[in-house]
C-alpha cells in the first residue's frame, strides 16, 4: 500500500520554527517531484494552498510567495524523506500541512492533479 506520512506538526509561538517530515511507503518517491500543501479549516482539497515543492533530484525548489523566504524543502531519496524547515513563523501559517507526490510543477502545482496526500499533520501557530 502506497502512503505518505507526515510527522513533526504541533503547537509554536509565532516568530518560532517547526520542522515537518514525510516518510514514504509502498514504492520509491525517487523520480517525483515532491511537496507541500496546507488546508485551513473549511476549505475543500482543490482549495489546499500550495507552499512549496522540490523536483526528483533536489536541483529545483518552488515556494509559494507567503512563505518565500522563509521556508525550506529539501529531500532525501536514499530515505525516501521530505521535509520542510519552517522559520518565522506567523499566526496566518497556521493550517494542516500534507505531503504531496507527483506534484505538477508545470501545471500551476494544481493539488487537482496530485497523485498521493498525506493525511496531513496540524500545524498551529499562537500570536
Known amino acids: 500500500q502506497v502512503q505518505l506520512v507526515e510527522s513533526g506538526g504541533g503547537l509554536v509561538q509565532a516568530g518560532g520554527s517547526l520542522r515537518l517530515s514525510c516518510a514514504g511507503f509502498?514504492?520509491?518517491?525517487?523520480?517525483?517531484?515532491m511537496g507541500w500543501f496546507r488546508q485551513s479549516a473549511g476549505k475543500a482539497v482543490e482549495d489546499r494552498e500550495f507552499?512549496?515543492?522540490?523536483?526528483?533530484?533536489?536541483?529545483?525548489?518552488f515556494y509559494g510567495d507567503s512563505v518565500n523566504g522563509r521556508f525550506t524543502i529539501a529531500r532525501d531519496n536514499d530515505k525516501n524523506m521530505v521535509y520542510l524547515e519552517m522559520n518565522s513563523l506567523r499566526s496566518e501559517d497556521t493550517a494542516v500541512y500534507y505531503c504531496?507526490?507527483?506534484?505538477?510543477?508545470?501545471?500551476?502545482?494544481?493539488?487537482?492533479?496530485?497523485?498521493?496526500w498525506g493525511l496531513g499533520t496540524q500545524v498551529t501557530v499562537s500570536s
Open positions: 504531496a507526490a507527483g506534484v505538477p510543477l508545470y501545471s500551476d502545482y494544481d493539488p487537482e492533479i496530485v497523485e498521493y
Open positions: 507552499v512549496a515543492a522540490i523536483s526528483w533530484s533536489a536541483g529545483s525548489q
Open positions: 509502498g514504492r520509491s518517491f525517487n523520480y517525483d517531484a
